[in-house]
């Protein structure tokens, strides 16, 4: 149980390009999605909070008309990087937060695989 | 604020002898706490999660943790590496979203 998949899994694209990453909770609900970026031998850096039906919460520096989130569903969040650049090349990870049974929810976040970004 | 800080970037063990990877955090409460492992150019695997119950917390593949409220630390252990074990590992704190230490390879040795 706790599934999340990413997909594309790794995609090459030309500068100016849009790009649209899924991620989806396969098998619970998550009315709470994070999407993170982690460059080479770091750590995930979280760019937004994603809530199922209302607008993303940007962390601070994040352009959030640049990298647009939708969270329609209670299992679909997507990520579109608009007009991508070389520099937003990087490694995209999304993570579902389970809701829990009963009226509860835990606080564990389940992760993606990632998705390769590489702009050209 | 809350932080997580893994006191070691990088660790080295022989196959077949313990793993030690040190977390330890900062929370004006007891925060939730997890392990996170990520192979190379792979999401994140989760190894365990300390919610307040246990103070020895069992995850999966052999690793276990416990959680010290007067060290305010939470330290990965396993009594025997095996190569598979290489690989990232993150401590988390649990808060509106995770905050993540900034990671700890693990390389090991036959």
């Known amino acids: 149980g706790a599934v999340v998949s990413q997909h594309p899994s790794r995609v090459i694209c030309k500068s100016g390009t849009s790009v649209k990453i899924e991620c989806r909770s396969l098998?619970?609900?998550?009315?709470?999605m994070f999407w993170y970026r982690q460059f080479p031998k770091q750590s995930l850096m979280l760019m937004a909070t994603s809530n199922e039906g209302s607008k993303a919460t940007y962390e601070q520096g994040v352009e959030k008309d640049k990298f647009l989130i939708n969270h329609a569903s209670l299992t679909l969040s997507t990520l579109t990087v608009t007009s991508a650049h070389p520099e937003d090349s990087s490694f995209y990870i999304c993570?579902?937060?389970?809701?829990?049974?009963?009226?509860?929810?835990?606080?564990?976040?389940?992760f993606g695989p990632g998705t390769r970004l590489t702009v050209l | 604020a809350q932080s997580v800080t893994q006191l070691d970037s990088h660790v080295s063990v022989s196959e077949g002898t313990p793993v030690l990877l040190r977390c330890n955090y900062s929370s004006s409460y007891s925060p939730s706490l997890f392990w996170y492992v990520q192979h190379p150019n792979k999401g994140l695997q989760l190894l365990l999660k300390?919610?307040?119950?246990?103070?020895l917390v069992k995850g999966i593949n052999g690793f276990e943790a416990e959680f010290k409220k007067s060290e305010t630390s939470f330290h990965l252990t396993k009594p025997s590496a095996h190569m598979s074990d290489a690989a990232e590992y993150f401590c988390?704190?649990?808060?509106?979203?995770?905050?993540f230490g900034k990671g700890t390879t693990l390389s090991v040795s036959s």
């Open positions: 098998d619970f609900q998550a009315t709470t």
């Open positions: 993570s579902a937060r389970d809701v829990g049974p009963g009226t509860g929810y835990t606080d564990t976040q389940y």
């Open positions: 300390y919610t307040s119950a246990a103070t």
């Open positions: 988390a704190s649990s808060g509106t979203a995770l905050i």
